[in-house]
């Protein structure tokens, strides 16, 4: 489910030795890769399904989610009572709250299987991606057993991918929780690719404390995090997708919703219940929420 940047990278991937159809709302979109197949970097093209159809899709064996946080309510609403129970519904989403919006649209006792990926594609065209290095995908059950666990592993690692399956995936994450929440609206703020948050010396003071403050929730709720030092790890992630014009940034820049309330609303959300203060995750919530507002009055034509 969802074309994009990552969803290209993973469904050519798979397409090498899996049937693989696509579902998303484009027409340009669905008409190009009906047309041309996906293309990752400069590889043969593969043909693949598409369709704007979800009953097209409701008889996969695995379900693989990259829609935005804003959309996976209404996305997985027409997939009710039409899997199969055993399918592995696979979401690689950004922030918190999507595991509880697949399962308000499908019901609580699905295969859920969440992922933290490092992989990280730019979509040049429709259908049509580059990928940025090497990454690591690792799985854990969110309501599916562990052997669908090591399945859905198993199907990346055959496809010539590289991941792993955990017994706890919170860890996993909230790491990347703080990294989206540190780069995401940054960036869209700054209206740059993620790389600016390590080459600027002002953006790089507000990233750490994002960083470290997320952080601090994640410690008051117990979570073992993936790495010692955050804003470490975070440039880390900066420096790997240096050239990446992140989700938030394409999001804010189209005038379309972001995945604020998911990513750093959630982090508030998250430290009013640990009772750890979040001042500036809270200051990037209400700072992006401003832009969409202003963004929303400009398409309008009221301002």
Request: net charge neutral; with cysteine.
């Amino acid at each position: 489910m969802g074309a994009g940047a990552l969803g290209t990278l993973f469904g050519y991937t798979f397409a090498e030795s899996h049937d693989v159809s696509y579902l998303d709302v484009r027409a340009d979109l669905i008409a190009t890769i009906a047309q041309d197949g996906v293309t990752l970097d400069d590889r043969p093209a593969h043909r693949v399904r598409i369709s704007a159809d979800p009953q097209d899709l409701f008889g996969s064996e695995m379900l693989f989610v990259f829609v935005r946080a804003t959309d996976t309510l209404r996305a997985l609403r027409p997939f009710a009572g039409k899997l199969n129970p055993a399918t592995p519904i696979v979401s690689f989403q950004n922030g918190l709250g999507n595991e509880e919006a697949i399962k308000t649209a499908l019901g609580g006792s699905i295969a859920l299987v969440l992922g933290a990926t490092t992989e990280s594609s730019i979509l040049i065209e429709p259908g049509r991606a580059r990928s940025i290095g090497d990454g690591t995908t690792v799985v854990g059950s969110a309501g599916a057993s562990p052997q669908t666990c090591r399945k859905v592993a198993e199907a990346m690692t055959g496809s010539g991918l590289r991941a792993a399956s955990v017994q706890d995936i919170r860890p996993h994450l909230w790491g990347k929780l703080i990294a989206n929440a540190t780069l995401n609206p940054l960036c869209a703020l700054l209206e740059r690719p993620n790389g600016e948050i390590i080459a600027n010396a002002n953006a790089v003071e507000l990233a750490r404390s994002i960083a470290r403050e997320a952080a601090a929730v994640a410690q008051a709720l117990r979570i073992p995090l993936p790495f010692i030092d955050p804003w470490a790890y975070v440039g880390e992630v900066a420096a790997q997708t240096a050239e990446i014009r992140n989700s938030m940034v394409i999001d804010l820049a189209a005038g379309l919703p972001t995945e604020i309330d998911y990513i750093n609303g959630a982090i508030v959300a998250a430290g009013r219940r640990a009772r750890v203060p979040t001042p500036y995750n809270d200051a990037m919530t209400r700072l992006i929420k401003a832009r969409e507002a202003s963004a929303s009055l400009r398409l309008d034509g009221t301002v």
